[in-house]
């Protein structure tokens, strides 16, 4: 593939996600715990209001974080619910799915093993077909049905990228992604894996951490 064209797949592949998934990628975790009133406020914001300080010191990466590091992704055994929706309904379909396996795991008195996460398994510009999951230590004796199942999540080579600070700004981490996979001339599968490190519902929302999981074709590591 000519570098144009690879600069061109990455952008479309990973803008699909930046029209929306700022929305989504808090959503899931929010459904896991209670009410967070203020979630639809910034996404709402009017395009005139005053942009939040780019300094603030609660935004900068912490030591540790990682940028396009090599990850090697193993299987979970996961619950979640499958399915599909345009962007601006994201909050309500994610949000929604989540609500629905807390109440499978806390009726069958099952503890998460693994930080809950977002699988957005193919997106366009209007819509995403996703994977809202929780990973389990094993396979339940009693199974959930119907649009409850049991899976497992994604395996392979991907890379890792560390989002601190607030929802908002998740769109620049998308954008920074794109970027480095332009220079590093690597190409994107159509699938992101968003994992949720803090608990937007009571942690302050400047403060939220992402994991960001980018599988790659081919499986190839990043170069250097």
């Known amino acids: 593939m000519s570098e144009a064209a ?10 699909a996600f930046r029209s929306g998934q700022a929305v989504a ?5 929010l459904a896991l715990a209670v009410t967070a009133p203020a979630f639809g406020q910034s996404r709402g914001a009017s395009p005139s209001a005053q942009p939040a300080p780019q300094a603030a010191p609660q935004n900068a990466p912490a030591p540790g974080d990682v940028f396009g590091e090599d990850a090697a992704l193993t299987a979970k055994t996961i619950v979640y619910v499958k399915g599909s929706g345009t ?8 949000s929604g799915s989540f ?27 209007t819509g995403f077909d996703y994977q809202a999951a929780v990973p389990i230590a094993e396979t339940p004796k009693n199974p959930p049905r119907g649009d409850i199942a049991i899976g497992h999540s994604p395996e392979g080579k991907a890379l890792k990228f560390v989002h601190r600070g ?11 992604i794109t970027n480095y996979l332009d220079d590093q ?6 699938m992101f894996i ?3 490190e803090t608990d937007p519902a009571t942690t302050d929302v400047k403060k939220l951490v992402v994991h960001v999981y ?6 190839q590591p990043a170069p250097g």
């Open 6 to 15: 690879l600069d061109r797949e990455n952008a479309m592949t990973v803008a």
């Open 214 to 219: 980018v599988l790659i074709k081919g499986g």
């Open 99 to 125: 609500k629905k396996i807390k109440t499978y795991l806390d009726r069958e008195g099952i503890k998460p093993d693994g930080l809950p996460m977002t699988i957005f398994t193919a997106t366009d510009d």
């Open 194 to 196: 968003e994992e949720y």
């Open 185 to 190: 001339r690597l190409e994107a599968k159509d």
């Open 25 to 29: 990628a808090l959503a899931a975790a």
């Open 87 to 94: 962007w601006d309904k994201t909050f309500d379909i994610i």
């Open 166 to 176: 607030s929802y908002d700004d998740l769109d620049n981490t998308y954008e920074a």
